[in-house]
């Protein structure tokens, strides 16, 4: 089955703990994002690759990293979580780097930061 | 710059009867518009998207949305709504014009009343 799978989906942690969110996709997709979704803002992104290797800001960027090294896996590091990053995120993939193409969304990862 | 407003934050209808979620754009070129729905606790599906030909756009689930250039506006439609159509709608824009990125609506939240 085609799908997008994100882990943990739910987690809970403290200010400064140090987490990865992690991300696959098993549809051999070019294009890996990561969004955040907050009530009243919809989803913005966080950041992008058109590729292996190849990484771009989104958005809302500050606070996070990403790594492409395999075309399957996109992980979203957290290296000094804050309250702010309390949210739901969703990793998403497409299979090829033009505009028209439509995002598989995985299930959502719910962040908690105390 | 592009932008996609919605600007009902929660629409509801009663079932059997026609029902419209609204979404307007705006973007340098031309536009690519998307709609993804979300059921509760699950991440984004794609319902049906607009890239160039027929301004009336048909997709998943009785779906579809028409395409309107001078009003900038791509409204989601279905003839019939059901109860099961309850969940959270975001139409998401991107410009043809550069490498920008897709661009997602506040989301509307339809209910369908039995």
């Known amino acids: 089955e085609a799908q997008v799978t994100q882990n943990p989906r739910y987690l809970i942690t403290v200010t400064g703990k140090k987490l990865t969110v992690t991300c696959s996709q098993n549809?051999?997709?070019?294009?890996m994002s990561w969004y955040r979704q907050d009530p009243g803002l919809g989803l913005r992104q966080i950041y992008y690759?058109?590729?292996?290797?190849?990484?771009d800001k989104g958005d809302v960027p500050e606070g996070y990293k990403v790594s492409r090294k395999e075309k399957r896996n996109f992980p979203l590091i957290l290296e000094s979580p804050s309250p702010n990053q309390t949210s739901l995120y969703f990793c998403?993939?497409?299979?090829?780097?033009?505009?028209?193409?439509?995002?598989?969304f995985g299930e959502g990862s719910r962040l908690t930061v105390l | 710059a592009q932008s996609v407003a919605q600007p009902e934050d929660q629409v509801n209808v009663a079932e059997g009867n026609p029902l419209t979620v609204k979404c307007t754009y705006s973007?340098?070129?031309?536009?690519?518009l998307f709609w993804y729905v979300q059921y509760p606790n699950r991440g984004l599906q794609f319902l049906l998207k607009?890239?160039?030909?027929?301004?009336l756009v048909k997709g998943s689930y009785g779906f579809e949305a028409e395409f309107n250039k001078s009003q900038t506006s791509f409204h989601l439609k279905k003839p019939s709504a059901l109860v099961s159509d309850s969940a959270l709608y975001f139409c998401?824009?991107?410009?043809?014009?550069?490498?920008?990125?897709?661009?997602f609506g506040k989301g509307t939240r339809l209910s369908v009343i039995a």
């Open positions: 998403a993939s497409k299979e090829d780097r033009a505009n028209t193409g439509e995002l598989f």
């Open positions: 973007v340098s070129g031309n536009p690519y």
């Open positions: 607009y890239i160039t030909g027929d301004n």
């Open positions: 549809m051999n997709h070019e294009y």
């Open positions: 998401a824009v991107r410009d043809t014009i550069g490498n920008t990125p897709l661009v």
């Open positions: 690759s058109m590729n292996v290797e190849v990484t």
